[in-house]
């Protein structure tokens, strides 16, 4: 439980962090190329899926509508790798981290929030009838999942008594958290999915409606938002080290290792899981969000809460 | 010195942004311009070092724009919300009142005498303030939350036009009820 177990590195190792978001975020394009092309039956691997839509987008011409609010749109569309990049500034790399914040938990919480105003004015911005649309499933699927996930990372929060993230790393110690809250980390990569318009919580870019939000986005404004995805994706892996997964602990490895490792199965997981999972129909989603998700996760909470008055 | 001119530069955009809530024409730039404005609120509440009160202020602010838009569609209708529009309304009284109120204000803020200060702030400002809200304030707040609880659920109901008796029949006994949005747990 002791804080200055966490060094602030400068800022000039910020780029580093980027860096590091920016190859998870390539690993995990990667990944699901492979198994794009596995999907589809293709005798090549995959790998280049990715690259190959990299130098299509930065070759594309911009596509304009009319009366488009092109600044709102652009705030949108190259939100949420800013998003990802201020999630992961509190995020420890075992010992080392961007910024101490005594509250980065709440921290978190404010950045994935933005997730709204930016997926919905990536939608609004276009002035189009189906990306509107998607942007309105987008902020439908966000009633549901967003108290749920604040609510979940109240459980380690109260389990270690801190809303510092190293904090909460360091009370997992002798046992991780995913183990004795298993509701509270579900409802988490919940959210994390969500917040990147990820698989189950793609309906809002989906086919039905032309592409939804990104239906009217080409070039670069396209890969900004698809690759802020898969940054979001990222980041929301990584954060569930330290919150669920034990930080930096495990063997042979050093810390550091560890968490980049961890980062790397749960993003894996995730990206997995997209064409695992069916697609959750926004209307019918708010509906179990609030009847069957917030409960559950209330009694997790309070069992936590228990757990921790009575061994504290 | 970095932190006043951050704080002083933080003010203008506020308030800057705060005006461009009258100045745009489309309800999604006011929205959003609000947002900015109380993101800008919410940097220099950091910087008065109330790390909880600063990062809360920003969550809060940014998901009630989103809710707002929710509610754009949800009260107004499509066209209304989504067209160009003027984002002031009965000018001559609003800027009479604004005016009024501005100078009220100002003055309040120039002419009363400040008292100098007594003490040094807490190690934790956050945790005292919550003790100075919380405590001797509890029954208060508690009952404020109560009512403004309430008073969304009463303007919902108000706002609504299918009643229970729409979803349930003249007997309140169907079941599963009648919407017209099925819910995903098949009530």
Known sequence: MSDSAITTVSAGWATVAAGLLGLLAIAAAMLDGVLRTRAAGARSLGLSVPVGEVARLLRQRRRTTVAADRLLWRIGGAGLLVMALMIITVVPLDRWTLVDLDVGVVWFNAMDVLAWAFVWLTGWGANSAHSLVGGYRFLAHGLGYELPLMFALVAPAVAASSLNVGAVAAAQDDLWFVVWMPVAFLAYCLGAVAIAVWGPFSPALGADIAGGVTAELSGVDRLLFVGGRYAVLAAGAAFAVPMFLGGGAGPLLPGWAWVLVKTAAVLGVFVWLRRRLPAVRPDLFMEFGWVVLLPAVLVQDLIVAVIAVGSG | ?187
């Open chain 2, 1 to 187: 010195m970095l932190t006043h001119i951050a704080f002083w530069v933080l003010a203008v955009a506020a308030v800057l942004a705060g005006a461009a809530v009258f100045w745009v024409n489309s309800m999604a730039r006011a929205s959003y311009a609000l947002a900015v404005s109380f993101i800008a609120v919410g940097v220099q509440v950091l910087l008065l070092q109330q790390n909880y009160i600063g990062v809360v202020t920003i969550l809060m602010m940014v998901m009630e724009m989103a809710v707002m838009a929710v509610y754009m569609v949800m009260f107004m209708g499509m066209n209304p919300a989504l067209m160009p529009m003027s984002m002031v309304h009965d000018k001559r009284h609003a800027r009479a009142v604004a005016i009024g109120v501005f100078v009220a204000l100002a003055a309040g803020a120039l002419l009363v005498p400040w008292p100098a200060r007594r003490g040094a702030p807490a190690d934790d400002v956050t945790a005292a303030l919550g003790e100075e809200l919380m405590g001797p304030k509890m029954l208060v707040m508690a009952a404020v939350g109560v009512v403004m609880a309430v008073t969304i659920v009463a303007g919902v109901v108000l706002a609504a036009h299918r009643s229970r008796y729409d979803r349930f029949g003249d007997d309140l006994r169907r079941r599963p009820a009648n919407d017209p949005q099925p819910g995903g747990v098949g009530r």
